[in-house]
């Protein structure tokens, strides 16, 4: 099958490496995409999903070379979030981008019983919290990097290993065939590029989804933030291997580390400030001027389908919500992973089937939706001394799943791997919920009191504590010394 991408950027390149990977033998794939056309690339940053992608747990071999892809992306490690002012009283809380030991049971002791002793310390309780607690510099793990210099690296590996194709051009039209399907593509120089199954990747513009009459489904009300400053500013030598997430009186400010440059940004409701008044705001923050790329205009939501006809969208194109929580290109992993394995088959005939394209829809709309709601989650602070947290905390952008999750809590209950029902690739589970809850304090030290005494756990939770304790910083010690002889 002939399949044509629109767009290189991050999400065109990865859904080029990865069709190549899986099932070069099957398919040709060409990357259309226009030097013309510029990339912000104000740092971004991964999950796990990310990882498993380049280290090849999905594909039989594997062409990334770690060492060089940390070379050419400028990337960084990153051990969680640090986030910071989220409930407007100045505190902070760290989420561990790992899970406790003792994650995926019931009940979670490790990090009941870190939460009963020590809430400010929770981020102890997970491996990745602990190396940020004792400074370890790890150089393996969960990255964040200069996003353009990612598309870039994978250009280059699908060039020189895989199967695919590169058109640098601009694209005038899109023509349909008659059953409503794209056709081709024409460049503004009049070569016609023609397809069986084509990808758009074009970002925020969604030209072939809008060429198909797939509306945006807006998030808007639930996540009112809609524009963005981003900026960089210089590294500091003994940057924390984190990403920053510090909220202010109209959105939040992200910060990213990668080798040579700290990659940040204004997340703002521009109903309430302009751009000019999100700049000094940062400005009144950090100290001294900023120098922002542009400002960025955006509707939080995605896409009321995701795949339509012989069409699927990732990326930008399909969804986004919102830097927080470094969505962006784990669900464009978990829609291409998900589409490679399951969905695409050898020919258009056989993909391009409609009871599977609802299928697919219906799956990943809920990880959209359920992703929404996690971000949703970290607003509820309590925060009243603006306009914007006034209107969040008065309940007006919450969402059922939220109350119901918030509900829940009140009544001294803890989410557990059963709360969220299913699970899927990509899926958001009752761990990185529970990091969120705990430092908004809405799981406290008497909610892992009480779920420890049903289980009468109290015993065992702290040997496992203990134990874990005793291991890794055994194992960080050691990790220590041999920084030190380096």
């Keep these: 099958m002939n399949i044509v991408i629109l767009g290189g950027g991050t999400a065109g390149w990865l859904a080029a490496y990865g069709i190549a990977k899986a099932l070069s033998h099957k398919h040709k794939i060409t990357v259309v995409e226009s030097s013309q056309l510029g990339i912000i690339g104000a740092g971004e940053g991964t999950t796990g999903l990310f990882s498993d992608f380049i280290n090849g747990a999905f594909f039989p071999t594997n062409d990334i070379d770690i060492d060089e892809f940390i070379q050419e992306t400028n990337a960084t490690i990153k051990l969680g979030i640090h986030h910071v002012d989220w409930k407007g009283d100045g505190t902070s809380y760290m989420a561990p981008i790992s899970l406790p030991l003792s994650g995926q049971r019931i009940p979670d002791n490790i990090f009941l019983h870190t939460l009963m002793i020590n809430k400010n310390k929770l981020h102890l309780s997970a491996p990745t919290g602990l190396m940020y607690e004792f400074g370890v510099r790890v150089n393996r793990g969960v990255y964040q990097f200069d996003a353009v210099k990612v598309g870039e690296y994978f250009k280059k590996i699908c060039t020189k290993h895989a199967k695919t194709s590169h058109i640098d051009a601009i694209i005038e039209s899109v023509n349909l065939a008659e059953d409503g399907s794209i056709k081709e593509l024409v460049t503004d120089t009049g070569q016609v590029i023609t397809g069986d199954f084509f990808i758009d990747c074009s970002g ?283």
């Design 204 to 486: 925020l513009k969604r030209v072939l989804m809008n060429k198909l009459d797939v509306a945006w489904h807006s998030y808007q009300k639930n996540l009112p933030v809609n524009a963005a400053l981003p900026f960089q500013l210089p590294l500091e030598e003994n940057y924390s291997q984190v990403t920053t997430a510090h909220a202010l009186k109209n959105g939040w400010m992200w910060r990213i580390p990668t080798q040579t440059r700290y990659g940040c940004g204004y997340v703002y409701d521009d109903t309430h400030i302009t751009s000019e008044q999100a700049q000094q705001e940062v400005e009144e923050l950090l100290g001294y001027n900023i120098d922002p790329i542009r400002n960025i205009k955006f509707t939080a939501g995605r896409g009321e389908m995701l795949w339509k006809k012989n069409c699927l969208s990732l990326g930008l194109a399909a969804a986004f919500a919102e830097p927080l929580e470094a969505t962006s290109i784990h669900t464009t992993i978990a829609q291409l992973i998900t589409f490679i394995f399951e969905y695409l088959q050898d020919t258009k005939e056989m993909t391009v089937i409609d009871s599977r394209i609802n299928e697919y829809n219906r799956n990943m709309i809920r990880m959209y939706d359920d992703i929404k709601d996690f971000l949703v989650l970290h607003y509820q602070g309590g925060r009243t001394d603006s306009e914007f947290w006034r209107k969040i905390t008065a309940k007006e952008t919450t969402t059922d799943r939220v109350e119901e999750i918030l509900n829940m809590c009140s009544h001294g209950l803890i989410p557990s791997i059963y709360t969220f029902n299913g699970s899927y690739l990509g899926m958001i589970g009752s761990g990185l919920h529970n990091w969120t809850l705990a430092g908004l304090d809405k799981i406290t030290a008497d909610h892992a009191r009480t779920q420890l005494h049903k289980f009468n756990s109290f015993a065992q939770a702290k040997l496992e504590t203990d134990q874990y304790l005793t291991d890794l910083s055994n194992q960080i010690q050691e990790s220590l010394k041999r920084q030190e002889n380096i």
